[in-house]
């Protein structure tokens, strides 16, 4: 695997899960992406956008506080930071699910957990053709 380094590409990873933050920070670590910033629920991720534009944003559903779904429904109500991709990594496979996150505008592909390199390098094609 070819390891790429970009220090400026900032991705902001919206998850409650500390071992799933863990793990997937080290492996996009890995792979030369260090300018990630993890929050634990679509609310801190809107507070944390009033100052920070990421370049991509990976985005769980099931979260308290503010799920995924309620985020990006905040986000594309409020015309808010649109344009940034995201990419839904859940451990929810179902289909409905699946369906209503792949209707919101920003939303370029949805990926159940865990995460590995083969899904890692499959996010980073979806943002490079975006």
Known sequence: MVKETNNL???LLV???DVTNFITI???SN???TNIKAVENGQEAIDYLKQHLPDLIIL???MPIMDGFEFMEYKEDNNYCTGIPIIIVTSSGRPLDKEKALGFVDVIDYLEKPLNYDK???ILL???KK
């Open 31 to 33: 792979l030369g992406f």
């Open 26 to 28: 080290s492996k996009l």
């Open 9 to 11: 590409y900032r991705i």
């Open 15 to 17: 998850e409650d899960d």
């Open 126 to 128: 979806k943002v490079k």
């Open 120 to 122: 890692i390098q499959q």
């Open 60 to 62: 769980d559903i099931n």
